[in-house]
């Protein structure tokens, strides 16, 4: 047997070491976000949206996970939000005033939903930092807003009726706020996933 033949099957089953390895990994790691998101309205949208942000050396806290969760909401929410103003300046600049009255009052809630969301992150952030007193406080906060801004959401894809958007706009539009939507409510599920642990650890009462 030669040398090159040699070399090329020591080369091979490294790198097939390597593989499997590598899918190994990646099997621990979603089988971990499988149970975590197990009570996920959106069950395959909530493991797609963490297994990029897994580390096989650290396991991410339930607070960890809430904050990649509504992070992720957080990031959709601005992107749907540059869509959504451009197709409305795009409708004034046609003149049909009607249906851009109604996308403007969707950038509206839109705006809202990214307030909301972003004091909703910035609220996670603090949660545990602060003493256990104030533990309820911004669990409150957090739930409230996050859920503003899924009515938001819900009264947007709602009111968009209008014949003057284009059927692949209106298609678009519903498409990335229902995508919004559903992470929204995954980020809900994750944050009562860590809160009520954390309540439960530190013998903190429910809300």
Sequence with gaps: MSRKFLSFLVLFFTILGLFSTVVESLSRE?????????????????VQTLLPYMNKNVVPSPQRLAQISLASC????????????????????????QDYQALEECVHQIDNGVDQITRSFKEL????????ENFVWHESNVMSWVSAA???????????????????EKAMIKARFLNMKQLASNSLMMFTRFTTRYRASRGIKNP
Aim: some cysteine; hydrophobic content about 30%; charged content about 20%.
């Design 74 to 97: 957080l990031s959709k929410a601005r992107v749907t939000k540059t869509y959504v103003n451009m197709l409305a300046k795009k409708l004034n600049q046609t003149g049909n005033s």
């Design 150 to 168: 899924l009515t938001d959401v819900t009264t947007c894809i709602d009111g968009i009726t209008g014949d003057g958007i284009g059927r692949r």
């Design 125 to 132: 952030q603090q949660m545990g930092t602060d003493g256990d």
């Design 30 to 46: 979603r089988v971990y976000l499988e149970s975590q998101c197990q009570s996920a309205m959106y069950h395959d949208l909530c």
